[in-house]
């Protein structure tokens, strides 16, 4: 069974830096690709960041040049640091990875956490 498990969310002041990890256990091969994804109710769930096991990131252009997702391939963990933040960035961030399982059957699948809510206000 493989779960992810985000961490780090929290209160912080506009302008501050939190950073999120990822980490992902239980029976896995691989982890293909790993991103981060955001939702405020009323509202779809909007990609902030993904990166491909090769290192090939993509942003969500609201949050170019402030957010950077990396991973720690040994770890099987992710990570979304997050600087300059603001108002709008509040929302319950998910975690979502590409995995391919030791155990039948053998094929890729997206699993997702269970999220950690991001608050930035004054």
């Known amino acids: 069974q493989v779960q992810l498990v985000e961490s780090g969310g929290g209160l912080v002041q506009p302008g501050g830096s939190l950073r999120l990890s990822c980490a992902a256990s239980?029976?896995?091969?691989?982890?293909?690709?790993m991103g981060w994804y955001r939702q405020v109710p009323g509202k779809e769930r909007e990609l902030v960041a993904r990166?491909?096991?090769?290192?090939?990131?993509n942003y969500a252009d609201s949050v170019k040049g402030r957010f950077t997702i990396s991973t720690d391939n040994a770890k099987n963990t992710g990570y979304l640091q997050m600087t300059s933040l603001k108002p709008e960035d509040t929302a319950v961030y998910y975690c979502?990875?590409?995995?391919?399982?030791?155990?039948?059957?053998?094929?890729?699948?997206?699993?997702w956490g269970l999220g950690t809510q991001v608050t930035v206000s004054s």
């Open positions: 979502n990875a590409d995995i391919t399982p030791r155990t039948f059957p053998y094929t890729a699948r997206p699993y």
């Open positions: 239980g029976s896995i091969f691989s982890i293909n690709a």
């Open positions: 990166i491909s096991r090769g290192g090939s990131t």
